[in-house]
């Protein structure tokens, strides 16, 4: 008995849906586009980025994560989020980042990365900014529970869903800046 090997089936996919596609990515780049400008002015006003704002950064990111022009432009609107952070709160956000580094094993320390790596940049900064606005939101709604304006149930609910929003913004940030 001879072995044949099976011949390969090709996909082709047909010029209409491959124009459909084309379309649809490119409409998906002019919103992405409009709203990288939006988060632009959003920080000219001295407002920071949200957690909503970082979450649409991220899938951004994920989207162009090849493009180097697109990534310097995400690099300067978290360059001056950090920028306003930092001046806001007198502290550095990124060196506050890895201000407990050592005390954590060795499997979840964060790494340094080399200054010409775009995407470990991207990933320090997003990283930095989520971590920036958990401690705020813990700290506002400690703040809340203490000065009785919220019951003990309402400030376990709201930092459970505080923690369940930190931890999935930075898993899908580990995740897209994995290469």
């Known amino acids: 008995m001879s072995k044949t090997k099976p011949q ?3 996909k082709t996919i047909s010029p209409e849906k491959t124009t459909k596609i084309a379309k649809e990515d490119k409409e998906f780049t002019k ?34 994560i090849n493009n180097e022009e697109i990534l310097n432009s995400i690099l300067n609107i978290l360059d001056k989020d950090i920028q306003l952070r930092n001046q806001n709160a007198e502290i550095d956000c990124i060196e506050k980042l890895y201000e407990y580094n050592e005390l954590l094993s060795k499997k979840f320390r ?5 200054q010409d790596d775009k995407k470990a940049l991207i990933r320090e900064k997003l990283r930095a900014i989520i971590m920036d606005n958990y401690r705020k939101n813990y700290n506002y709604i400690g703040k809340e529970f203490i000065g009785n304006q919220i019951t003990y ?9 505080l923690d369940e ?15």
């Open 110 to 114: 964060l790494k340094k990365h080399k």
């Open 153 to 161: 149930e309402e400030h376990k609910e709201r930092i459970d869903i």
């Open 31 to 64: 919103q992405y586009d409009t709203k990288l400008e939006e988060y632009d002015t959003k920080l000219k006003e001295w407002k920071n980025l949200s957690f909503e704002d970082i979450e649409f950064i991220v899938q951004y990111t994920k989207k162009h």
């Open 8 to 10: 390969k089936i090709e």
């Open 165 to 179: 929003k930190t931890f999935s913004l930075l898993l899908k940030v580990k995740v897209i800046t994995q290469g």
